[in-house]
């Protein structure tokens, strides 16, 4: 395999994680960036936004027709997010799985949200479902010249 650093970023897996409002409004900022850090996934752009519905409504564009979709624009803009996008070879799956399930309830233990939270429409955090749903949503929270191009010291002690 190619080393991850030569790589063109354009080229390199990146995922959209958002820590929600819930996430913000409880504390659990500092919390849910460490578990993406100590795991080893490369942070290229942080922000904190408040969401605009617009913004919302397309993102979840996928979900518009589910009876819920008026309550989760509702939640997904009512105070800001934490908007970031982690790099990685396999980050998208990864991060899904560190995440945990959709449902806290059935969330595995260990996970963010088996860990830190109870219900659906409350679980704390997202995180982008393929590759190319992470660059499309990249693209759709960040500006050009949002995301920093660098490279951590520990990248030799992560990647052979
Ligand atoms: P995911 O966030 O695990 O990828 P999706 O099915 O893509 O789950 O749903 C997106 C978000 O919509 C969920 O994270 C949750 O906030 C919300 N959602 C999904 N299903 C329900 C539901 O049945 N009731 C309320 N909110 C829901
Ligand atoms: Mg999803």
New binding site residues.
């Given amino acids: 395999a190619v080393p991850q650093r030569i790589v063109a970023s354009s080229e390199v897996e990146r995922s959209y994680i958002m820590i929600?409002p819930d996430g913000v409004q409880r504390g659990l900022v500092g919390e849910i960036i460490s578990r993406f850090e100590k795991k080893g996934f490369l942070l290229k752009g942080l922000k904190l936004f408040q969401c605009p519905k617009d913004l919302a409504q397309e993102h979840?564009k996928?979900?518009k027709d589910?009876p819920?979709f008026p309550?989760?624009i509702d939640?997904i803009t009512s105070g800001p997010v934490v908007c970031m996008a982690w790099e990685g070879a396999g980050v998208v799956a990864s991060a899904r799985k560190l995440?945990g399930?959709?449902n806290p309830l059935q969330a595995e233990p260990g996970t963010i949200r088996g860990d830190l939270a109870v219900q659906?429409?409350r679980?704390v955090v997202?995180?982008s479902?393929s590759p190319d749903n992470g660059k499309r949503e990249i693209e759709l929270w960040f500006k050009e010249g949002e995301l920093c191009q660098w490279e951590s010291v520990q990248a030799p002690w992560l990647i052979e």
């Fill in positions: 929600k979840y996928d979900l589910k819920f309550k989760l939640y995440i399930a959709t659906t429409g679980n997202h995180g479902d």
